[in-house]
């Protein structure tokens, strides 16, 4: 298991790396300059093929964690020698007022400070996460909202251990699509739908046990804040059901004629009591994260499948997108959810 944590020059790293003591840690710059004593003199090119030399000898190695940049200001430095090396990408999210203040603190990184810095993570996360969706790979975004740094990194040690020990969106994802084919093998067509606030009116948890969170006020939605929900959900008491807890979507159930899967981040209970009064498979769990969507979406029809999907929100997103036909469903108000201001809708049927 070889895994990369991305981030912003000052984004805090080394800090991380500092303190997990259960996996050999690299730190990628220390050892590049170790390897090339002159790396600084190099140009544009000769430092690139420095880098993909690096990461060469460092795929000989089976199983670490080792710190990377995307890009240096308007220099990118990922290339696809780094793409390869890496089995899954964590990417260390920071408050750019945070990186702004730390930065200009820094003799070493005040120079970044002319570089629009809210802009330069954005497209780091953006193409990373792009680079991992054309690949089948795990990709996490680590934040800690509402404040968006790390003083106190438990759970990123925590998610860490998890990964080692089998925590995979991607792994899920194959697993799921499996189980679909096998179930759909009658079928050239699977319509798949997220579960609240899409199936249903309402958000379940929020309904059933009062749920809230600000898990996804980053937006994200990657498996690292599935992940942290799920253990967010371990404390709160699950009532026992004996009736429909929420409201049904008749205009989306109206659309789902077909063979149908509910793929849901919800809670796992909840969404099986509501799947068998349904009687609709459903594939929940904290590994059910956007990307987990994406890829269910992919390995089907890399199978030879037409995918219809629907969803309301970020967490469905690139899965719609993915899908030969992609339904947006609106809020009850009439309106889309806050989650997609700005993405690109083209190609997608509003309901």
């Known amino acids: 298991m070889r895994i990369g944590l991305y981030g912003m020059p000052t984004a805090g790293k080394s800090f991380i790396l500092n303190q997990l003591d259960f996996i050999e840690v690299v730190h990628g710059s220390r050892s590049l300059h170790t390897m090339y004593p002159d790396f600084d003199l190099l140009d544009l090119n000769a430092r690139q093929n420095a880098r993909n030399a690096f990461a060469k000898r460092m795929k000989e190695k089976e199983t670490f964690i080792m710190d990377g940049h995307y890009a240096f200001g308007n220099e990118i430095a990922f290339s696809e020698n780094d793409g390869k090396l890496f089995d899954v990408f964590l990417y260390l999210y920071i408050s750019p007022a945070v990186l702004k203040s730390r930065m200009s603190k820094s003799v070493k990184n005040q120079k970044y400070l002319r570089y629009d810095i809210d802009h330069w993570q954005k497209q780091e996360i953006l193409c990373l996460r792009d680079y991992c969706h054309r690949n ?70 929020r309904e059933i046990f009062g749920y809230s969170t600000h898990l996804y006020d980053g937006n994200f939605y990657t498996g690292f804040q599935s992940w942290k929900q799920g253990e967010e959900f371990s404390h709160y008491a699950m ?113």
């Open 136 to 205: 089948g790979k795990d990709f996490y975004v680590l934040d800690n909202p509402p404040f968006n740094e790390f003083g106190e990194i438990t759970a990123v040690k925590d998610f860490v251990k998890a990964i080692i020990e089998g925590y995979s969106c991607a792994a899920f994802a194959k697993s799921c699509a499996s189980e679909i084919l096998r179930e759909s093998s009658d079928s050239d067509t699977v319509i798949l739908t997220d579960g609240d606030k899409t199936l249903t009116i309402e958000d379940s948890s």
């Open 239 to 351: 009532p026992e059901l004996s009736s429909m807890p929420v409201h049904i979507n008749e205009k989306v159930r109206s659309k789902l004629n077909g063979t149908v899967f509910i793929l849901t981040s919800g809670h796992e209970e909840v969404w099986r009591f509501i799947s068998t009064e349904l009687g609709i498979p459903c594939f929940a769990g904290t590994e059910m994260s956007a990307e987990t969507k994406l890829y269910i979406t992919q390995y089907l029809q890399a199978a030879g499948k037409r995918v219809i999907a629907f969803g309301d929100g970020m967490n469905d997103y690139f899965m719609l997108k993915q899908a030969n036909q992609g339904y947006l469903v609106k809020r009850e108000n009439g309106s889309i959810s806050r989650s997609l201001q700005g993405r690109d809708l083209e190609g997608l049927v509003v309901v």
